[in-house]
């Protein structure tokens, strides 16, 4: 078991988000994580990075990291493409890349993952001098996901990398997390709100409601579940 | 008749002194057991580093205490902190006079704030005595018959340049440097007064500087720049050490002229480089601790010990803490003087009747006078000119 | 024109001291996005660190390193003591702290060193072959320091991971956790070599205006304009202002409207610059998408 | 307003109008230094508290106003209370002219063009081609109002020191009115929305510019009226008056009494003439160390200053956690 998690609580300030839920992640598995607005998805996410109050146990492959700083849980090789794409936007697009890999020991390899990562997305090539900030959003959102690449994680957790993007540029996106998939055997939680997109792409998925895990199952159970059907694939 | 009025005059006076008055008489501020005096003085602020006078003075007083206070009175000294600032000078004032009821204020610091206070003490007639600042408007009894100044003021060290000049270089061409604030302006118009009509062909630049410029480089290139053989430095310590070095690595030799307030030897000269400061012109009326020929002078000797005993942390290098010593001295003689007549109109009254009475610290020669229309109790200067390891006297004493 | 020379010159030797001041300030906003206040008056605390650890018979070179690394630990040890409390209270409170440590650092210096001034050596030998007629060795030598301390900080951002992680931990602190960054760390360790960087400047400076705890005052004010007229997140803007600054200042003071006015025409040139553009000349305009 | 606001207010008006004879004359006049500087932290508060533009050199606008006030009475013999508008207007002016260029910088870069006023302007105050009026680095000494006979004849008669503080007790009050109706109304919510999100602001219609310069003149002039009355109190005005500590200890007092608060400007106030008082008597060796000190313990201890400390500690009574303002 890669990702155990049990019990998980989370609140911003007064205010509880999370109430409790359990979730399980074998290696290599592509899990996705669906729910509506507002249901604790982003939450979630930055639960398992500490980056919020939490209580209940976090362990991951083997090892509890509930209690860690963000820092400590990225060097375990947990990579985080945050909502809002977290992009340095005052460094130019290779700076932001380089950060990606600032953990690593391996210093002589980081050149050889910059091209591999340039190969998915020439795009982020041709920008690589401008400053982030003035890249349009979905080559801002490839460079965060290239960003986290560059740790060549174990885990890589995606906080709903559609998200405002032209369904043509989503589609090429996915098409290239494909690619990832098989290249890099790293295992994905993928958070999305458009659940058809998720569905197709991940094995295994959880719905998240208020907070709560109120189904969970392989992504063609799912996809069959009438309740699911209704409320979020719309047919 | 016109000859037996001064000798009634000193007889009067022979009659007021202490053996004459039998009873005691008091003010607020004034008992039995105490002589409560008050004291502002910039402990924090821009001008933090006067604050060592304040912290003298009170040792001088601890130790006058410890040796049976005055005619078996105790001084307490109180002062408060005003960081050279004229608002909170005037309310610490009206603190010492209202609240704390001190019999006078002594040695307050700095023009601006003392300004601030001038009409106010007047109006409540206690003494503002001894002033600590350079200022020429002190001395006038007539207008402010409550405040009287007490060390050679600025206006009288311009005009002695300016006689010095006349008399050794009458057709100088003269630079001038001057801090640009009450101190440096009063001194530059006394030279001028000093110089008279000739002041607009003689002074041929005139070059002011802020106390937070860094360093005052351009403005002695300006001075050398406009052809002066004379130069008249009027710096604080800091930027007279550096105008002393500038002059000298620049290769520029006017005859230099450097104010009492910036010509201490160890915390000016040694700075900027003993050889650099030969032929250094200066007016001084106290003895320099840092300079070699007072070293076995036995009233520095007393300073230097009482120093070490009641103000070990003052730094003996610091002008400052003899300049304060000398003025504590000055009042203890006043108030022997006063004896049990304790009132604010005696003080003002004995202190205004110094005839030649000296301090050991004062140079030789210079002694303090005052009388009913003289509230200026030092006015005597001594010119010195420093050969490379200390200060020469020369000349007579200048002025009163 | 030999005394415009001497002018320019003499504006360039004043220029270097609010350069070598103004890179600290630089650094010091590189790291945390606020322009210390305390940072000339913890300046002059390391070299009066530097004069005692000289006055104790220690050599020129010993104390210098000595007193570069004291720098840097008081610059850590304020980050972690002083600064942090605060990082969560409005940006106001963080400069009031700044007020807060130039008046506590100037008065203790005051306390225990009095204000008398003290002569500071300098590491050049007086009559070397840098001195000519218009500046001593020793200004030129420390503009010569100054330039090294502007190159090895832009290597030091340019190419080591460690710089460029500073710069991010400034820019966007939560990004940084994700990739690792220490985020706290890097404040202490912005604050410790912008404290070290100002140690050496205030080594430089002292040779020239002396020791004593105003030392500082009026160039915080002078660097201060330097590197924003340069561009507050530039380097090397930040020198050339502190240059530009100085020469200005000399040249306005001697030739244009005399000393009296000149603090005040130097500002108002500062402001007028600022307004035609506000990011200084070599700062990086920044582009943000709303 | 409600009810029981009412009440505490009229009380403790009245127990302010009474102080005078409470306490002795010494007192009444740090008292009526306290009100000076409750002015001119309640303008500086305006601009760096509500609308977020910060101001390293209000001093300056300080020494303009007293300066004003004492030109006009020294020179041109204009009665005092008058001298206290006209110094108003003066500084309204200049602060809208200096807040013109202002407009284009943005925090750091306008907080060295605001210190870079609080530091040239005494050097201006000692140009000599202005020494005719400003009376130089000697400064000027103006004459303290008596009591108006009106007074005397009622069997009431006021010293000096309690006319004056009743008249600067009245200008305080109509100042602190002014403001808080202009700060609880419409102007305040734009200035406050200004400061959060100055293009949300704009794009709801709110003309950024104007209102950014409409405040600067408007807390120039609260600090001018402030500088009016601080020179009448003192009876004196010099360059010395009027440096850069006076514009650091302003900020100092907004971040300690409580930004954007009105009752903060008088929390500061209270701060900035005291805490010194206090260090000097703690010791003579460094008493600006220990008022530093002081400032860091406020700072830490009360993050969103006295008036948020207040207004916490009240809604906890009240039950109703109010929105604590930042």
């Given at each position: 078991?890669?990702?155990?998690?049990?019990?998980?609580?989370?609140?911003?300030?007064?205010?509880?988000?999370?109430?409790?839920?359990?979730?399980?992640?074998?290696?290599?598995?592509?899990?996705?994580?669906?729910?509506?607005?507002?249901?604790?998805?982003?939450?979630?996410?930055?639960?398992?990075?500490?980056?919020?109050?939490?209580?209940?146990?976090?362990?991951?492959?083997?090892?509890?990291?509930?209690?860690?700083?963000?820092?400590?849980?990225?060097?375990?090789?947990?990579?985080?493409?945050?909502?809002?794409?977290?992009?340095?936007?005052?460094?130019?697009?290779?700076?932001?890349?380089?950060?990606?890999?600032?953990?690593?020991?391996?210093?002589?390899?980081?050149?050889?993952?910059?091209?591999?990562?340039?190969?998915?997305?020439?795009?982020?090539?041709?920008?690589?001098?401008?400053?982030?900030?003035?890249?349009?959003?979905?080559?801002?959102?490839?460079?965060?996901?290239?960003?986290?690449?560059?740790?060549?994680?174990?885990?890589?957790?995606?906080?709903e990398p559609s998200f405002g993007l032209a369904p043509m540029i989503v589609r090429e996106l996915f098409d290239i997390l494909r690619a990832v998939k098989q290249a890099e055997r790293v295992s994905m939680l993928l958070v999305e709100q458009s659940a058809a997109l998720a569905l197709d792409f991940a094995d295994r998925a959880y719905l998240i409601e208020t907070g709560r895990i109120v189904l969970s199952g392989t992504a063609q159970d799912i996809r069959r579940d009438d309740a699911v059907r209704r409320s979020y694939?719309?047919? | 008749?016109?000859?037996?009025?001064?000798?009634?005059?000193?007889?009067?006076?022979?009659?007021?002194?202490?053996?004459?008055?039998?009873?005691?008489?008091?003010?607020?501020?004034?008992?039995?057991?105490?002589?409560?005096?008050?004291?502002?003085?910039?402990?924090?602020?821009?001008?933090?580093?006067?604050?060592?006078?304040?912290?003298?003075?009170?040792?001088?007083?601890?130790?006058?205490?410890?040796?049976?206070?005055?005619?078996?009175?105790?001084?307490?000294?109180?002062?408060?902190?005003?960081?050279?600032?004229?608002?909170?000078?005037?309310?610490?004032?009206?603190?010492?006079?209202?609240?704390?009821?001190?019999?006078?204020?002594?040695?307050?610091?700095?023009?601006?704030?003392?300004?601030?206070?001038?009409?106010?003490?007047?109006?409540?007639?206690?003494?503002?005595?001894?002033?600590?600042t350079g200022a020429s408007k002190w001395n006038d009894p007539k207008n402010f018959p409550w405040t009287m100044g007490w060390q050679p003021n600025y206006h009288t060290e311009g005009e002695i340049y300016a006689k010095h000049i006349l008399q050794t270089k009458p057709n100088a061409k003269i630079g001038v440097l001057y801090q640009n604030d009450d101190y440096g302006k009063d001194l530059l118009k006394g030279l001028k007064d000093g110089l008279g009509a000739k002041a607009a062909g003689m002074i041929v630049k005139?070059?002011?500087?802020?106390?937070?410029?860094?360093?005052?480089?351009?403005?002695?290139?300006?001075?050398?720049?406009?052809?002066?053989?004379?130069?008249?430095?009027?710096?604080?310590?800091?930027?007279?050490?550096?105008?002393?070095?500038?002059?000298?690595?620049?290769?520029?030799?006017?005859?230099?002229?450097?104010?009492?307030?910036?010509?201490?030897?160890?915390?000016?000269?040694?700075?900027?480089?003993?050889?650099?400061?030969?032929?250094?012109?200066?007016?001084?009326?106290?003895?320099?601790?840092?300079?070699?020929?007072?070293?076995?002078?036995?009233?520095?000797?007393?300073?230097?010990?009482?120093?070490?005993?009641?103000?070990?942390?003052?730094?003996?290098?610091?002008?400052?803490?003899?300049?304060?010593?000398?003025?504590?001295?000055?009042?203890?003689?006043?108030?022997?003087?006063?004896?049990?007549?304790?009132?604010?109109?005696?003080?003002?009254?004995?202190?205004?009747?110094?005839?030649?009475?000296?301090?050991?610290?004062?140079?030789?020669?210079?002694?303090?006078?005052?009388?009913?229309?003289?509230?200026?109790?030092?006015?005597?200067?001594?010119?010195?000119?420093?050969?490379?390891?200390?200060?020469?006297?020369?000349?007579?004493?200048?002025?009163? | 024109?030999?005394?415009?020379?001497?002018?320019?010159?003499?504006?360039?030797?004043?220029?270097?001291?609010?350069?070598?001041?103004?890179?600290?300030?630089?650094?010091?906003?590189?790291?945390?996005?606020?322009?210390?206040?305390?940072?000339?008056?913890?300046?002059?605390?390391?070299?009066?660190?530097?004069?005692?650890?000289?006055?104790?018979?220690?050599?020129?070179?010993?104390?210098?390193?000595?007193?570069?690394?004291?720098?840097?630990?008081?610059?850590?040890?304020?980050?972690?003591?002083?600064?942090?409390?605060?990082?969560?209270?409005?940006?106001?409170?963080?400069?009031?702290?700044?007020?807060?440590?130039?008046?506590?650092?100037?008065?203790?210096?005051?306390?225990?060193?009095?204000?008398?001034?003290?002569?500071?050596?300098?590491?050049?030998?007086?009559?070397?072959?840098?001195?000519?007629?218009?500046?001593?060795?020793?200004?030129?030598?420390?503009i010569g320091i100054t330039f090294i301390v502007l190159a090895l900080l832009y290597a030091f951002f340019r190419f080591t991971p460690l710089g460029l992680a500073m710069r991010a931990a400034a820019q966007n602190p939560e990004s940084s956790r994700l990739v690792g960054i220490r985020v706290g760390w890097m404040l202490a360790l912005g604050w410790g070599l912008a404290s070290a960087i100002g140690a050496i400047a205030g080594m430089m400076i002292a040779p020239i205006v002396y020791l004593d705890p105003n030392m500082?005052?009026?160039?915080?004010?002078?660097?201060?304009?330097?590197?924003?007229?340069?561009?507050?997140?530039?380097?090397?803007?930040?020198?050339?202002?502190?240059?530009?600054?100085?020469?200005?200042?000399?040249?306005?003071?001697?030739?244009?409207?005399?000393?009296?006015?000149?603090?005040?025409?130097?500002?108002?040139?500062?402001?007028?610059?600022?307004?035609?553009?506000?990011?200084?000349?070599?700062?990086?305009?920044?582009?943000?998408?709303? | 307003?409600?009810?029981?606001?009412?009440?505490?207010?009229?009380?403790?008006?009245?127990?302010?109008?009474?102080?005078?004879?409470?306490?002795?004359?010494?007192?009444?006049?740090?008292?009526?230094?306290?009100?000076?500087?409750?002015?001119?932290?309640?303008?500086?508060?305006?601009?760096?508290?509500?609308?977020?533009?910060?101001?390293?050199?209000?001093?300056?606008?300080?020494?303009?106003?007293?300066?004003?006030?004492?030109?006009?009475?020294?020179?041109?013999?204009?009665?005092?209370?008058?001298?206290?508008?006209?110094?108003?207007?003066?500084?309204?002016?200049?602060?809208?002219?200096?807040?013109?260029?202002?407009?284009?910088?943005?925090?750091?870069?306008?907080?060295?063009?605001?210190?870079?006023?609080?530091?040239?302007?005494?050097?201006?105050?000692?140009?000599?081609?202005?020494?005719?009026?400003?009376?130089?680095?000697?400064?000027?000494?103006?004459?303290?109002?008596?009591?108006?006979?009106?007074?005397?004849?009622?069997?009431?008669?006021?010293?000096?020191?309690?006319?004056?503080?009743?008249?600067?007790?009245?200008?305080?009050?109509?100042?602190?009115?002014?403001?808080?109706?202009?700060?609880?109304?419409?102007?305040?919510?734009?200035?406050?929305?200004?400061?959060?999100?100055?293009?949300?602001?704009?794009?709801?219609?709110?003309?950024?510019?104007?209102?950014?310069?409409?405040?600067?003149?408007?807390?120039?002039?609260?600090?001018?009226?402030?500088?009016?009355?601080?020179?009448?109190?003192?009876?004196?005005?010099?360059?010395?008056?009027?440096?850069?500590?006076?514009?650091?200890?302003?900020?100092?007092?907004?971040?300690?009494?409580?930004?954007?608060?009105?009752?903060?400007?008088?929390?500061?106030?209270?701060?900035?003439?005291?805490?010194?008082?206090?260090?000097?008597?703690?010791?003579?060796?460094?008493?600006?160390?220990?008022?530093?000190?002081?400032?860091?313990?406020?700072?830490?201890?009360?993050?969103?200053?006295?008036?948020?400390?207040?207004?916490?500690?009240?809604?906890?009574?009240?039950?109703?956690?109010?929105?604590?303002?930042?």
């Open positions: 078991m890669l990702l155990e998690v049990k019990d998980l609580h989370a609140s911003y300030g007064s205010t509880r988000v999370l109430h409790g839920i359990d979730l399980g992640m074998e290696e290599g598995s592509i899990t996705a994580l669906l729910g509506a607005n507002g249901a604790g998805k982003t939450t979630t996410l930055r639960a398992l990075c500490a980056m919020v109050k939490t209580t209940g146990t976090v362990s991951f492959a083997g090892q509890r990291i509930d209690g860690r700083a963000t820092e400590d849980i990225v060097r375990l090789g947990i990579a985080h493409v945050p909502d809002g794409r977290g992009t340095f936007a005052n460094l130019t697009t290779e700076e932001n890349l380089r950060l990606g890999a600032y953990v690593r020991r391996d210093r002589h390899a980081i050149e050889g993952d910059l091209q591999r990562v340039y190969g998915y997305f020439p795009r982020l090539k041709e920008r690589r001098a401008q400053q982030a900030g003035t890249l349009s959003g979905g080559e801002q959102q490839m460079l965060a996901l290239s960003r986290a690449l560059m740790l060549r994680p174990r885990l890589l957790l995606l906080d694939l719309g047919y | 008749m016109k000859r037996l009025v001064p000798i009634a005059a000193l007889l009067a006076a022979a009659l007021a002194s202490p053996a004459a008055v039998a009873q005691k008489k008091y003010d607020p501020g004034a008992s039995d057991t105490e002589i409560k005096i008050g004291n502002t003085n910039p402990y924090s602020g821009p001008a933090s580093a006067y604050g060592t006078i304040g912290k003298v003075i009170a040792a001088y007083f601890k130790m006058l205490n410890e040796q049976g206070g005055i005619n078996g009175r105790k001084i307490s000294f109180i002062s408060y902190d005003d960081g050279y600032s004229p608002p909170k000078t005037v309310e610490m004032a009206r603190k010492l006079v209202e609240q704390d009821q001190v019999l006078f204020l002594f040695q307050t610091l700095g023009t601006p704030p003392n300004t601030a206070i001038h009409k106010y003490m007047n109006m409540k007639k206690v003494p503002q005595l001894h002033v600590a005139e070059a002011s500087y802020e106390v937070s410029d860094p360093t005052v480089d351009s403005q002695i290139i300006q001075l050398q720049g406009s052809g002066a053989d004379v130069f008249v430095n009027i710096t604080t310590p800091k930027f007279a050490a550096q105008a002393v070095r500038k002059v000298y690595d620049i290769g520029w030799k006017p005859v230099h002229y450097l104010n009492n307030v910036g010509s201490s030897v160890g915390s000016v000269l040694v700075p900027a480089g003993l050889e650099k400061a030969v032929g250094v012109i200066t007016t001084e009326y106290l003895k320099d601790f840092t300079d070699s020929r007072w070293a076995n002078d036995p009233a520095v000797k007393t300073w230097a010990a009482f120093m070490k005993k009641y103000y070990p942390e003052g730094d003996l290098a610091d002008r400052s803490n003899m300049y304060g010593y000398t003025a504590a001295k000055t009042l203890e003689q006043v108030l022997r003087q006063a004896g049990d007549n304790l009132t604010r109109t005696n003080i003002i009254k004995q202190a205004a009747s110094m005839k030649g009475y000296r301090v050991d610290t004062l140079l030789p020669g210079i002694s303090m006078t005052t009388s009913d229309d003289d509230f200026a109790p030092i006015e005597a200067v001594q010119l010195e000119r420093f050969n490379g390891k200390q200060f020469e006297l020369f000349g007579e004493v200048m002025g009163k | 024109m030999d005394a415009f020379l001497h002018q320019v010159f003499a504006g360039l030797a004043t220029g270097g001291i609010y350069a070598s001041l103004a890179l600290a300030l630089v650094m010091i906003y590189q790291a945390t996005h606020l322009v210390n206040f305390a940072q000339g008056e913890m300046a002059m605390f390391c070299t009066y660190i530097a004069w005692s650890l000289m006055n104790a018979g220690m050599g020129y070179w010993p104390a210098f390193l000595l007193t570069v690394a004291f720098g840097f630990a008081l610059g850590v040890a304020i980050e972690r003591l002083v600064i942090r409390p605060v990082r969560h209270a409005p940006v106001l409170s963080t400069v009031v702290v700044f007020i807060a440590l130039l008046v506590i650092l100037n008065s203790v210096t005051g306390w225990i060193y009095s204000y008398t001034i003290k002569p500071f050596p300098s590491p050049f030998p007086a009559s070397s072959f840098l001195g000519n007629r218009f500046m001593s060795p020793h200004e030129l030598g420390s500082m005052g009026g160039i915080l004010l002078y660097a201060f304009a330097a590197a924003l007229l340069g561009g507050i997140d530039s380097p090397g803007g930040a020198v050339l202002g502190g240059f530009a600054m100085g020469v200005l200042e000399n040249l306005l003071g001697a030739f244009v409207i005399g000393n009296e006015l000149k603090l005040g025409v130097a500002l108002v040139l500062i402001v007028g610059v600022l307004v035609v553009r506000p990011s200084g000349f070599f700062g990086k305009v920044h582009v943000t998408r709303v | 307003m409600t009810k029981k606001n009412f009440l505490v207010s009229i009380i403790f008006l009245l127990v302010v109008c009474a102080l005078p004879f409470l306490v002795s004359d010494y007192r009444l006049f740090q008292l009526t230094l306290v009100l000076v500087y409750a002015i001119a932290l309640l303008g500086l508060n305006m601009l760096t508290g509500y609308n977020g533009q910060i101001s390293l050199g209000h001093g300056a606008f300080y020494a303009i106003g007293a300066y004003c006030a004492a030109i006009l009475m020294d020179k041109y013999g204009v009665p005092y209370w008058a001298t206290i508008p006209l110094a108003g207007i003066v500084c309204l002016v200049a602060g809208f002219l200096f807040g013109l260029p202002a407009l284009r910088l943005e925090g750091l870069y306008l907080a060295l063009a605001t210190f870079a006023l609080g530091v040239s302007l005494p050097q201006l105050l000692k140009y000599h081609h202005l020494e005719k009026w400003t009376g130089g680095v000697q400064g000027i000494v103006i004459a303290k109002p008596d009591a108006p006979a009106v007074f005397a004849q009622a069997g009431l008669p006021l010293s000096a020191d309690h006319w004056l503080y009743y008249f600067t007790l009245a200008v305080t009050i109509t100042m602190f009115v002014l403001g808080r109706n202009l700060l609880r109304g419409r102007v305040g919510r734009a200035m406050l929305a200004i400061r959060d999100n100055p293009i949300a602001a704009q794009a709801m219609g709110v003309d950024n510019a104007l209102y950014k310069s409409l405040t600067f003149g408007v807390s120039a002039m609260y600090t001018g009226v402030a500088g009016a009355l601080g020179a009448i109190a003192v009876q004196f005005v010099a360059p010395d008056s009027f440096n850069i500590f006076l514009s650091l200890a302003f900020l100092v007092g907004i971040v300690v009494g409580g930004l954007a608060s009105i009752p903060g400007a008088i929390y500061g106030a209270l701060f900035i003439q005291f805490v010194p008082n206090i260090a000097d008597s703690i010791s003579k060796a460094a008493p600006w160390a220990i008022f530093g000190v002081f400032m860091l313990v406020f700072v830490y201890v009360l993050p969103a200053g006295v008036a948020g400390a207040v207004q916490m500690a009240l809604s906890r009574v009240r039950r109703n956690p109010r929105r604590v303002v930042p």
